[in-house]
């Protein structure tokens, strides 16, 4: 079943457990930082997004879709999110 919450608490959501849980860094990540060219998430750190996405959105993520240009950064992944329709707008 989808869950739908508001674009901004998925930001929040997200960029906390990219600290929290994935992060090979403590470094401040921002909406823009590049997560995987700068290391501070690895491949495995990808599927763990990936299932952590699905689980709070309540949606399938293609494994085609699981590629640099949607899980590069923060926003990238705000922006598949919201493609998917999984997040509202204000």
């Given at each position: 079943m989808q869950t739908q919450i508001s674009i901004d608490e998925f930001r929040q959501?997200?960029?906390?457990?990219?600290?929290?849980?994935?992060?090979t860094a403590d470094?401040?990540?921002e909406a823009d930082t590049d997560l995987l060219l700068?290391?501070?998430?690895?491949s495995l750190g990808v599927v763990v997004l990936s299932d952590w996405i699905q689980d709070q959105l309540?949606?399938?993520i293609d494994p085609v879709d699981i590629v640099l240009e949607n899980f590069q950064?923060?926003?990238?992944?705000?922006?598949y999110a919201q493609s998917r329709d999984a997040v509202s707008t204000p």
């Open positions: 959501r997200l960029t906390t457990f990219i600290v929290d849980e994935v992060a470094e401040a990540i700068s290391g501070l998430v690895d309540g949606i399938a950064t923060v926003e990238a992944m705000v922006v």
